[in-house]
């Protein structure tokens, strides 16, 4: 399984809720919604920061068959709680075959309540049907093969 | 590198490089945690920056080192990346297939002003799976053809 190319060139990564959106609070935070289309698969990557003794939070995946969520559609069986003491932990909703032929669109949905918490989330598509993937706009992205030392 | 019919969490190794306390608001240097390449080809670094104050200099670079403890860590050649006080929350990759020491940290210079960052590892090209996650990365959960239905 020695990979021969870059993670890069084949996995898509977006942001789904960004350090400013995710600052500690004790709302609810909806991730952007993103569109699954050429991509089999997505892994959800939820970064906590400070969780306050008492918060109740839990994360879950939704779909949608538009953009704006108009109706979302909760994900069977995504939801994961996440206990106050989980502070600057990850945790990772992966899912094979999204069913985007009737919901291309999905979120990152992190509910929380009574105390604060902080967090975090990016989007990896996988699985693509054409390569090489492409990256969004404000994802930077600079690729490297057989590293050497020297000057940065 | 196509349809694989496997979960990624089985095959890639993720890793909390800078965790959120870690990255919080400062104007100071913060290294990132060590990983060990052995058993993986390539680590891909996620590199997310949040608010950054005008007049910040900030940058991230790969080192590396042939000890765990990073004695004397040498610069990975052309990994630098300038990140501009305009950059707020946008994201940073640097993806290095086959870097030549086995042990990788990620560097974050902060200068001037305040910034806020937060970064993770994803290490692929398994040579043995599936992988274990590390730890701090606590809730993994797969699914496949998904269904709606209860959360």
């Known amino acids: 399984m020695a990979a021969a190319e ?34 089999q698969s997505i892994a959800m990557h939820v970064l906590f920061g400070e969780i306050v003794s008492g918060a109740a939070v839990y994360i879950k995946a939704q779909q949608s068959a538009d953009e704006a969520f108009s109706s979302p559609i909760d994900i069977t069986g995504t939801k994961q709680v996440v206990a106050d003491t989980k502070s600057n932990e990850a945790f990772i909703i992966d899912i094979i075959r999204t069913n985007h032929e009737t919901y291309p669109w999905v979120r990152v949905h992190v509910d929380r309540a009574t105390q604060n918490a902080t967090c975090c989330c990016y989007y990896e598509l996988y699985d693509a049907r054409v390569l090489p993937a492409t990256q969004p706009a404000t994802i930077n992205v600079e690729q490297f093969k057989d590293g050497s030392s020297g000057t940065a | 590198m196509g349809w694989t019919n496997e979960h990624l969490t089985k095959r890639v190794k993720f890793t909390n490089a800078i965790t959120i306390a870690e990255g919080a608001t400062a104007s100071t240097d913060v290294e990132g945690a060590v990983i060990d390449m052995q058993g993986f080809t390539g680590v891909c670094v996620l590199f997310m920056v949040g ?37 707020d929350n946008t994201t940073f990759i640097i993806d290095a297939l086959r870097p030549q020491k086995r042990f990788i940290q990620l560097h974050c210079d902060r200068a001037t002003q305040a910034a806020t960052v937060v970064a993770e590892y994803i290490q692929y090209g398994a040579t043995n799976l599936p992988v274990t996650q590390s730890t ?16």
Not at chain 1, 28 to 36: K, L, R
Not at chain 2, 52 to 64: D, E
Not at chain 2, 142 to 151: I, N, P
């Open chain 2, 51 to 87: 608010p950054i104050t005008s007049g910040a200099v900030t940058h991230i670079n790969l080192v590396q080192s042939d000890v765990v403890g990073m004695t004397n860590p040498d610069d990975l050649a052309g990994t630098k990346q300038t990140i501009a006080d305009t950059n």
């Open chain 1, 6 to 39: 870059h993670i890069t060139s084949s996995h898509k990564f977006s942001i789904g809720i960004s350090i400013t959106d995710g600052a500690a609070a004790s709302t609810d935070v909806e991730g952007a919604a993103i569109d699954t289309e050429n991509f």
């Open chain 2, 136 to 151: 701090g990365v606590t809730g993994v959960e797969v699914f496949k053809d998904v269904v709606a239905g209860t959360k």
